[in-house]
């Protein structure tokens, strides 16, 4: 006979959460990564931020050794496409519906981490996707709170 599965009660996936960094959130309260995308798209945002961070300081050294313009320029597009991929990895995270408490939980982590961040802007031009990723987080909350 199959083992019933067992699945962790909110206050465990809360604990876990806080003992866990947000960026390093594979697992939470025995809820794996792999069963929500929300890890996944979270995971690629940071990669992209990475890529895009890196490629910044290259294009900043490269100007303050005062290289000839075709090197600035090179710089300037590979950051520009860098920094191209890291705000539509972010909008994508910020679009992506968690499936599980722990992702919801994660989605909201992120949210914050991004309207405190240090590309965060008080003044944004696009409050949608912050509301809509605030909005599916707290679906899959209700959801779990009403069963």
Do not use: W
Not at 27 to 48: H, K, L, N, Y
Not at 93 to 112: D, I, K
């Amino acid at each position: 006979m199959a083992e019933k599965p067992i699945t962790p009660s909110r206050r465990a996936m809360l604990a876990g959460l806080a003992a866990a960094p947000v960026a390093g959130l594979p697992v939470i309260a025995g809820t794996v990564a792999s069963d929500d995308p929300i890890f996944a798209a979270i995971a690629e945002q940071r990669r992209c931020n990475a890529l895009a961070d890196e490629a910044l300081v290259a294009c900043i050294r490269i100007i303050e050794e005062d290289a000839a313009q075709d090197a600035i320029e090179e710089a300037e597009d590979a950051f520009s496409e860098k920094n191209k991929a890291y705000f539509d990895a972010e909008i994508a995270a910020l679009s992506t519906r968690p499936m599980t408490f722990a992702g919801a939980l994660a989605l909201l982590a992120f949210l914050a981490e991004h309207l405190e961040g240090p590309h965060s802007d008080p003044g944004e031009d696009y409050p949608e996707p912050l509301l809509g990723a605030v909005h599916n987080a707290l679906a899959v909350i209700q959801r779990e709170a009403q069963s």
